[in-house]
């Protein structure tokens, strides 16, 4: 009867092994049914990857197409300042001249030339009539 004790509990550790191995094997299949998600999600993390990588491309031809116009507009500014300089320069050497027509020399001068204007005009006015 002991022996048969004995049998018995052997028995009965092998089927809780085996049963062990049995739910072992099931939670196994249950993951590798699950696979096909798991290659789903890492389609989709690629795809989300590669527009990620395609977005940043973008921005990086958009951001040297921004440092070019940049750099366009740099210039131009650079230019008008000069033109802006050259005008202002142009401007007082003009108000300068002004100035000398007026001061004392050049005002006999232009009196002169008008009273010479004057007298042609006067002079044609006598003989027209």
């Known amino acids: 009867m002991k022996n048969k004790e004995e049998q018995s509990a052997l028995n009965h550790e092998k089927i809780k092994a085996i049963t062990e191995k049995l739910d072992i094997s099931e939670q196994k299949l249950i993951d590798y049914a699950s696979m096909p998600d798991i290659e789903e999600q890492l389609r989709d993390r690629m795809e989300a990857l590669t ?3 395609e977005r940043q491309g ?3 031809e958009r951001t040297q197409r921004l440092e070019s ?3 366009e507009k740099t210039g131009d500014v650079m230019k008008l300042t000069q033109r802006l300089k ?5 401007n007082q050497r003009l108000s300068q001249t002004v100035d000398k027509l007026l001061s004392g020399k050049f005002i006999c001068i232009i009196t002169l030339i008008i009273f010479i204007y004057c ?9 027209i009539l």
């Open 119 to 127: 007298i042609i005009y006067n002079h044609i006015f006598i003989l």
């Open 58 to 60: 973008t921005a990086e």
């Open 69 to 71: 116009q940049l750099e």
């Open 51 to 53: 527009q990620a990588q």
């Open 86 to 90: 050259k005008n202002e320069e142009h």
